[in-house]
């Protein structure tokens, strides 16, 4: 499902092996931002998104060459699921801490890729219809500009990422002094990859152990669902998964996560009643006492005009503070994006009351526009570590601004 490396945090030099100077560019810099607290990690400044950016496919071919392609991460690249080497280090220092980091598709099998990629687009298709429609003609006039406006606005990208789509997009006309509809629609996809791609962010793990991470969102945005799929992604990758069942709200949410946990062969810390503070903190602790690698806590959902239920968001991150120093190391917000330009408010209010490090994106298959992201990211760019299109497991991906933008546009 995913490709993915090893390295050890606090390695500077990419030259210990071929997958390492492939790797080294984006890894380094990721975990420098792990290290710092919570709020710094976003990409918002152009300076950190290119620190997080992935592996870019020029990167494949030196991948194919290598003796044992540990992890591919080019488009095109064939895919694999090889273990990656030991790092050929003499004496690793006893401190430093395997990293893995989870990085963007290739899937196993070229039609899994395809199937995920036209369940983006199909879901996608009312916005790319909309959009690719504009550029059929012959003729760069104000109408186009004019109905790209509304095709935006309609797509939920909101006005601010609307006018500065718009401006720039005038601007490289005249600039490269583009004549033809067909142009100006490969000049809007360049602006919004590059509008996106700060969104794109790795999940980083091994830098903590366990790593905690808290889920939040409102009712419905599909939290549980997102931590089912990422348990299992987590687990195809020799991570240890323990849940928390934090949803102490209603007892078939319990349920919902115990059953799951059933299933597929993963410990849940639940309890009867009570204070979803308090089973998260056990949850760290039983995940501490194991050597558990990843820990995930979901929460009972919630919408941020209820400021007693958003209070008690923040004790639970305070509670899991207490349990470990470093947690919780990341913050996600499930996020519908169905609900349009709301989900940006859920953004805003969200990041405002934990600080938020990460982002899901759920979805994306229905009849969501799409537009939201481009919203997020001019106005709260907190990364996407995932977006999903569907209800199994594989329908949860990593986001990349190529294929969302090639989604959108109908590419
Ligand atoms: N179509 C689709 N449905 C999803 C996706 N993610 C979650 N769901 C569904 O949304 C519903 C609510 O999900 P759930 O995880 O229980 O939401 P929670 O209240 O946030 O925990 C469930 O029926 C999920 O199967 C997605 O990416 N696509
Ligand atoms: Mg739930």
Redesign the pocket.
Known sequence: MFSFFKRFKGSKEPDATPEESQTAPESVAPAAGAAAPAGTQRSASPASAAAVERPAAPAAPKAAAAPQPASVNGAQAAPTLSRPQTPLQAEPDESALETVEIVPPPLPEASAKKSWLTRLKSGLSKTSSNLTGIFVGTKIDEDLYEELETALLMSDAGVDATEFLLESLREKVRAERLSDPQQVKTALRTLLIDLLKPLEKSLMLGRAQPLVMMIA??????????IGKLAKHLQSFDQSVLLAAG?TFRAA?RE?LAIWGERNNVTVVSQESGDPAAVIFDAVGAARARKIDVLMA?TA?RLPTQLHLMEELRKVKRVIGKAMDSAPHEVLL?IDANTGQNALTQVKAFDDALGLTGLIV?????TAKGGILAAIARQRPIPVYFI????KVE??QPFSAEEFSDALLGG
């Open positions: 969102g409102v009712n419905g945005a599909g939290k549980t669902t997102s949803d949410a919902q979901d959902g499930v759920t979805k994306l298959d229905g999903g299109v569907g209800e329908d949860l």
